[in-house]
């Protein structure tokens, strides 16, 4: 059974970081490209960030672009996605997913796997 699991969110004020991970059970996640995506309250998900398997290639979102890394630890089957510079914006439910065949890593449409989600709130 193919689980992902993310961790991480919570709550923090404007400037700071956080990081979250997803963990991967019943798959190498070495062998999927793994996106990060989230959804504020009333929006739409959105893309965030993409990592492709050999971690060759990764993408951001604009607004991200500088302020967010996606890495892998395949050691642990994990994918992480460090948070810095937080602003109210980032806020929502970070969601991480896999795919097997992505080309469009910030399309959420090609992805064939997702965890359940982690919540992130930027308040002061």
């Known amino acids: 059974q193919v689980q992902l699991v993310e961790s991480g969110g919570g709550l923090v004020q404007p400037g700071g970081s956080l990081r979250v991970s997803c963990v991967g059970s019943?798959?190498?996640?070495?062998?999927?490209?793994v996106g990060w995506f989230r959804q504020a309250p009333g929006k739409g998900r959105e893309a965030v960030s993409g990592?492709?398997?050999?971690?060759?290639?990764?993408y951001y979102e604009d607004s991200v672009k500088g302020r967010f890394t996606i890495s892998r630890d395949s050691a642990k089957n994990t994918v992480h996605l460090q948070m810095n510079i937080l602003n109210v914006d980032d806020s929502g439910v970070y969601y991480c997913?896999?795919?097997?065949?992505?080309?469009?890593?910030?399309?959420?449409?090609?992805?064939?796997?997702w965890g359940q989600g982690t919540q992130v709130t930027v308040s002061s």
């Open positions: 997913a896999a795919g097997l065949l992505t080309r469009e890593y910030l399309n959420p449409l090609e992805y064939d796997y």
């Open positions: 019943g798959l190498n996640l070495d062998h999927y490209v």
């Open positions: 990592i492709g398997r050999s971690a060759d290639r990764l």
